[in-house]
């Protein structure tokens, strides 16, 4: 299939991609847009991992009140330079985290915050559960990991689908905009305040 100067300015302005990668996408996947976003965002993970090592210490406080004025968010997300801070993708990524979090109420940001205490007291109920059901003991702990994981993914902001695509997790929309921006990305903290709720 001929890929057209068309087909490219298309993709690009559905993904911010430079030209010659959505050039390269589209040949790829035969002049296939969808293969081609999706090529375009694993190649932009890709790019993305090379990236989580460098230190981020700048960025923005941003604020959400969720309609209704009953829920408030404040979210501080990290980048390398004053310069993207100010950038309309970051800001937008921003806001998308701060609705996440209106929306979710997520108690840590990474698995990695969850301290050993909760990890086990939760590991320990769900491989209760699976022992009252009557399954054997390696059945059981099978399915408190499988438990344990989906608690991950409830409690964790990253790894939450996120509310706008659920076929993505926060930690693939960072990447993105990862990809996009050129720099790394990282939530510093957050706190959600509700109405009624100490």
């Known amino acids: 299939m001929q890929i057209?100067?068309?087909?490219?300015?298309n993709l690009r302005d559905m993904t911010n991609a430079g030209m010659m990668d959505c050039k390269k996408a589209l040949v790829e996947t035969g002049g296939n847009i969808d293969e081609a976003i999706k090529y375009l965002r694993e190649k932009g993970i890709a790019k993305a991992a090379k990236k989580a090592d460098?230190?981020?210490?700048?960025?923005?406080?941003?604020?959400?009140?969720?309609?209704?004025?009953?829920?408030?968010?404040?979210?501080?997300?990290?980048?390398?330079?004053?310069?993207?801070?100010?950038?309309?993708?970051?800001?937008?990524?921003?806001?998308?985290?701060?609705?996440?979090?209106a929306a979710t109420d997520p108690q840590y940001i990474t698995r990695?915050?969850?301290?050993?205490?909760?990890?086990?007291?939760?590991?320990?109920?769900?491989?209760?559960?699976?022992?009252?059901?009557?399954?054997?003991?390696?059945?059981?702990?099978?399915m408190a990991e499988g438990k344990l994981?989906?608690?991950?993914?409830?409690?964790?902001?990253?790894?939450q689908p996120f509310i706008k695509?659920?076929?993505q997790s926060v930690q693939d929309i960072i990447k993105l905009a990862i990809s996009k921006i050129g720099?790394?990305?990282?939530?510093?903290?957050?706190?959600?305040?509700?109405?009624?709720?100490r």
């Open 54 to 101: 460098r230190i981020t210490s700048e960025g923005i406080i941003y604020s959400y009140i969720h309609a209704g004025n009953k829920i408030g968010v404040l979210v501080e997300l990290n980048c390398e330079t004053d310069f993207v801070a100010k950038t309309d993708v970051f800001n937008d990524l921003a806001k998308d985290i701060a609705m996440q979090i």
């Open 112 to 142: 990695d915050d969850v301290t050993e205490d909760v990890i086990n007291s939760e590991k320990d109920i769900y491989l209760q559960q699976a022992k009252d059901s009557g399954k054997p003991a390696n059945v059981a702990e099978k």
């Open 149 to 159: 994981n989906k608690f991950f993914s409830e409690a964790c902001l990253i790894e």
């Open 183 to 197: 720099e790394n990305i990282t939530v510093g903290r957050f706190i959600r305040y509700q109405v009624g709720v």
């Open 165 to 167: 695509d659920a076929e």
């Open 4 to 9: 057209t100067a068309e087909m490219v300015k």
